[in-house]
């Protein structure tokens, strides 16, 4: 659902300093066909972190995602970013600064890698215009970062799980955000391929600075790669803080309704988190 048109609106402040609010939800709720998905949040949202959104089936966490990325108008209440309201930016102006990727991106079997990343200068360029060289750079710079250079001709339909969710990441960095909103990024991948995909987004926040926030099913996973946490039950905000304070005893069993146990093997090893 739009908020803004394209083009128009206020002009988009940079980012804010990393630890302090890029989002800041002021009692938003969201409510459709009067039921209640999410309850009114008082929440933030940190600059410059990899926030992980935990939470059960149901808890709110894609809807929350989805109301981040203006893909949802809040049924109540503010949703404040970088300093201003949200729905004040026009559509591009705010789709330079925010990249979204659903959990099931559009279908784009027939494409190639590099048409799909060449998606992601939208906003800088419109839907018909050539691309310039600063275009080019882009989405040169966007291949290199997530190590698909080599397959750029290659048909989307053609790669892994892992490979396909590096193509839809290029995109987004072709785009030139300052923050990611992914929804359940490693949802349908293996073992190995979720660790290449969660190491190299916590890379990426690195490198460029960025603010990722990623709902994730997988406790253990978000402990290990999140800088910052959030936890939803029943739409309502369970938690909010870094990963150590959730280890607190009884805060993840409170959260999913079952006793849950955490043990590191090795002191600077993970955290493995697993059911009672």
């Known amino acids: 659902m739009a908020i803004a048109p394209i083009g128009g609106g206020a ?27 999410l309850s009114p949040l008082d ?23 989805s109301l ?50 060449r998606l992601g200068r939208y906003p800088w360029r419109g839907a018909f215009a050539r691309h310039r060289d600063d275009d080019r750079r882009a989405v040169a710079d966007a ?36 923050c990611l909103l992914l929804d359940e990024p490693t949802a349908a991948l293996d073992l190995r391929h979720q660790i290449e995909v969660l190491r190299l987004l916590r890379a990426l926040k690195e490198r460029r600075r960025l603010t990722i926030v990623m709902a994730i099913h997988d406790v253990g996973m978000a402990i ?15 938690f909010a803080g870094p990963p150590e304070d959730l280890l607190e005893p009884g805060i993840l069993s409170d959260i999913f309704d079952l006793p849950i146990a955490t043990v590191r093997p090795q002191e600077s090893g993970p955290t493995v988190v697993y059911p009672l």
Not at 17 to 32: D, E, H, N, S
Not at 76 to 98: H, I, K, M, N
């Open 143 to 178: 291949f290199e970062q997530v190590g698909l250079a080599h397959m750029a001709e290659r048909a989307m339909a053609s790669l892994s799980g892992g490979e396909r969710q590096r193509a839809w990441l290029a995109m987004l960095l072709a785009q030139e955000p300052s």
């Open 43 to 65: 929440l933030e949202i940190p600059a410059g972190r990899f926030v992980a959104l935990l939470g059960h089936n149901g808890s709110g966490k894609s809807t929350l995602l």
């Open 224 to 238: 290990r790669f999140a800088d910052h946490l959030i936890a939803l039950k029943h739409g309502r905000a369970a």
């Open 11 to 37: 002009a988009l402040a940079g980012p804010p300093a990393a630890g302090a609010a890029l989002f800041a939800l002021k009692a938003v709720g969201y409510a459709v066909g009067g039921t209640r998905i």
């Open 68 to 117: 981040l990325a203006r893909q949802l108008a809040p049924s109540e209440g503010e949703l404040v970013f970088a300093g201003a309201p949200a729905a004040s930016y026009g559509t591009r102006d705010f789709a330079r600064r925010v990249g979204w990727l659903p959990q099931h991106p559009p279908e784009a079997a027939n494409m190639t890698v590099a048409e799909v990343a």
